[in-house]
């Protein structure tokens, strides 16, 4: 097997993707009206985007919320667009907000002289059971408002529901509003439901919030609903190429980034990439009808940290008033493999441990973090003698360890834990920036000789932990108490693996000095989010290849 083989999406895929994302909710307000708004704007020295919402619109959940937050992203494109016209952004996100509480802010709303108010409530409104008639009269109540104090343009937001299908009451009734009111509706629900998404939902396990994958998902639908509403049919259609490939020590790798035209005629386009930072640009034909596929040529991070590296990509074309645009992360984590003779970080035999000893391991406390003896750990991987499991080793240094030692999700809170999290998806799911029932989560409290495995179910408040069933029955756990900490040994059946050639894996050290919670946690590879978003999971091989790779790279 190669290991540089890629797992990039066919256009036709992604661009069947797009056409679910440019769904139309409603018929448009005339054509003619829209262009005259869009004249209005690039006329202007400059507009106000307001973005009233809740905490989804506040970006809570999100590393950077100030790029990554739909609102964040569409304002950026739209400055783009519209350039030389400057585009200010108001992010009136206020977590926990119920639509009464957007109804009394709109006075303040109207203090900005906003050109464009986006609308995002009713996600705490169901939470919180508010009957539909005051929800829908509070939603009523703030375009009405809008429309009386101002000219200001408004778009309305269906915001994801945690529900196995988009028809929820509350976003039904969001739905009929924009009908009724003739507001263009940009519908986060039925697009976030209709792409890959995280099989427990978009808020499970708390305090879970959509991630910048879905934040993505909903920009791209929040865009065609600004389209519609300045009455521009779009031309062009850009994607950056998604996939998982594993990268030699060395190498490069090509990103497809291919760009649709749709219209009947031909189209030169100049496309723009942004990666990390570093812009590259193409100008080109595409013929009508057609597409092309330029390719953005990446190469590894010179890093030789054990953490993951994360690079974000972005992609515009634009025609003249032809404009689109899309955005990824290229993700980096190392590579592994080991044998009965010991481990390998791409062709590098590592003799001993691997030590995660350093600050740049704490991903949550760092300010509390006091040094090695504090916190830190070290693990080693190897193949059972007779070749039929991996042994995971994890020696944890800790100089107080306090052992809760009932078994639910508090454990991971209120006492010492390890958490391992292993993706054994086929190949090329791994690495996706959600969970799906192939990627388990095990719990070892020190000192214990039983481990357990939680268990995900939709739209769960809290993980189930339980003792191993199905291809997990066999693992099996010993752990013992140390001069400085303990020690943990989990072998892991080859069975488990169900013959694939390689999975995905992080381990987690949880610190609690005292009952009071968690003080500390420390990531071999990863994040703190390694509950929700796999990405970051180092590559573990599980049989020998010719050359191994040093790297996995998946783009999502």
Request: proline residues 6%.
């Amino acid at each position: 097997m190669d290991c540089a083989v890629n797992w990039w999406r066919t256009i036709a895929l992604a661009f069947s993707i797009f056409s679910v994302l440019a769904t139309a909710q409603l018929e448009s307000a005339s054509c003619a009206e829209g262009k005259r708004l869009i004249e209005l704007w690039r006329e202007s020295d400059g507009i106000t985007v307001v973005a009233l919402g809740d905490s989804i619109t506040a970006g809570v959940g999100l590393r950077e919320p100030q790029n990554e937050c739909y609102a964040s992203l569409v304002s950026s494109m739209l400055a783009k667009w519209l350039a030389p016209t400057r585009v200010r952004l108001i992010t009136y996100g206020i977590p926990g907000a119920t639509a009464d509480v957007g109804l009394r802010e709109i006075g303040s709303v109207l203090k900005y002289s906003p050109d464009l108010v986006l609308i995002q409530f009713g996600g705490n409104d169901s939470r919180l059971r508010r009957p539909i008639d005051e929800i829908k009269g509070n939603l009523i109540g703030m375009i009405k408002a809008l429309r009386e104090k101002s000219k200001t343009a408004i778009l309305l937001i269906v915001p994801p529901f945690q529900t196995p299908a988009p028809n929820s009451p509350v976003a039904e009734a969001i739905r009929e509003i924009g009908r009724e009111a003739g507001v263009i509706v940009a519908d986060f629900d039925k697009v976030l439901h209709e792409c890959e998404h995280d099989f427990r939902g978009w808020f499970s396990p708390p305090p879970s919030h959509p991630g910048e994958y879905s934040h993505v998902l909903m920009a791209k639908e929040l865009w065609n609903a600004l389209l519609q509403l300045v009455g521009v049919e779009h031309s062009l259609d850009v994607h950056i190429g998604s996939g998982v490939t594993w990268v030699t020590e060395g190498s490069s790798i090509d990103i497809p980034v291919a760009v649709l035209n749709r219209s009947r005629k031909a189209m030169d386009v100049n496309m723009i990439v942004d990666h990390a930072g570093v812009w590259h640009n193409w100008l080109m034909t595409v013929d009508a009808s057609s597409s092309a596929q330029p390719k953005l040529k990446v190469k590894p991070p010179i890093e030789t940290s054990l953490r993951f590296v994360r690079e974000r990509i972005t992609a515009i074309a634009r025609c003249g008033e032809d404009f689109d645009w899309d955005v990824k992360w290229a993700t980096w984590t190392p590579a592994f493999y080991c044998d009965k003779g010991g481990m390998w970080l791409g062709e590098r035999r590592i003799d001993g441990w691997l030590e995660f000893a350093t600050n740049e391991h704490v991903v949550v406390g760092g300010n509390r973090w006091r040094g090695p003896d504090d916190l830190s750990f070290r693990l080693r991987l190897e193949r059972s003698e007779d070749g039929e499991a991996i042994n995971l080793n994890i020696s944890v240094r800790d100089d107080v360890v306090v052992v809760k030692p009932t078994w639910d999700f508090k454990c991971l809170f209120s006492g010492d834990c390890v958490e391992v999290f292993v993706d054994h998806r086929p190949i090329h799911q791994q690495g996706k920036p959600f969970f799906s029932k192939d990627v388990t989560m095990i719990a070892i409290v020190p000192g214990s000789k039983s481990l357990r495995v939680a268990s995900w179910y939709f739209d769960e408040v809290e993980p189930t932990f339980s003792p191993p069933s199905g291809r997990w029955v066999e693992a099996k756990l010993k752990s013992e108490f140390t001069a400085s900490g303990y020690d943990v040994e989990l072998t892991i059946p080859m069975s488990v693996f169900n013959g694939l050639p390689a999975v995905s894996f992080d381990v987690l050290v949880d610190d609690t000095d005292d009952r009071s919670g968690r003080k500390t946690q420390m990531a071999a590879f990863g994040w703190e989010d390694d509950f929700r978003n796999t990405s970051p999971f180092a590559l573990l091989l599980l049989k020998r290849l010719k050359t191994l790779p040093r790297w996995r790279l998946t783009v999502n």
